[in-house]
């Protein structure tokens, strides 16, 4: 008895989890206070085999954002996603999809391709997922600024009124972006 009243209660937790992120018409994201200290380093291997880093984006506004191709939150915010890429990479931004999908490759590539994504997108290792301690809830996201340090983090599909909210002020804190 005891067995099946922890059941009960893992499928409630369950399922307001699911109805917090998934509902449609509401609040889709939670921002999470994060400290403002230096991002880890890192680095991933993109599904069209370039390679893409802390290093070689130094000095850009970098969105890091955990995901799944089975994700429906997930899904549901590339779109915007891929619409801000698009609309702010000239001004120093470049957005960075790290799927967690097991060691899937072709049905991450496969994904890419079909929704022609804009941005570097690759499989999320475990050092990866470690270093910004995302092995929690998906999608995760983080904002790193200029300078490499964490601006802001979020649980949730986010919405482009809290993509501008967040990423405007730090792609104008400098004049000219990075080549």
């Not at 698009?86 to 496969?110: M, N, R």
């Not at 802001?152 to 972006?177: D, H, Q, S, V």
Request: hydrophobic share 45%; glycine share 8%; proline share 9%.
């Amino acid at each position: 008895m005891e067995k099946l009243g922890s059941r009960i209660g893992l499928a409630v937790c369950a399922a307001l989890i699911l109805f917090w992120f998934v509902k449609p018409g509401g609040s889709q994201f939670m921002p999470v206070p994060i400290s403002r200290g230096a991002a880890p380093p890192w680095s991933l291997v993109a599904t069209d085999g370039s390679v893409v880093s802390s290093t070689n984006l130094a000095g850009r506004v970098v969105l890091m954002n955990f995901w799944a191709t089975w994700c429906p939150p997930c899904v549901r915010e590339i779109p915007d996603l891929a619409e801000f890429q698009k609309a702010h990479a000239a001004e120093g931004l470049t957005i960075i999809g790290a799927s967690v999908d097991k060691d899937d490759d072709k049905s991450v590539k496969s994904f890419v391709e079909r929704n022609h994504l804009p941005y570097p997108v690759g499989i999320a290792g475990p050092g990866l997922v470690e270093s910004f301690a995302a092995n929690g809830p998906i999608p995760t996201t983080f904002v790193i600024d200029r300078e490499g340090r964490f601006a802001a983090r979020y649980l949730g599909a986010l919405t482009r009124a809290e993509l501008e909210r967040a990423i405007l002020p730090l792609l104008a804190a400098t004049n000219a972006p990075p080549k």
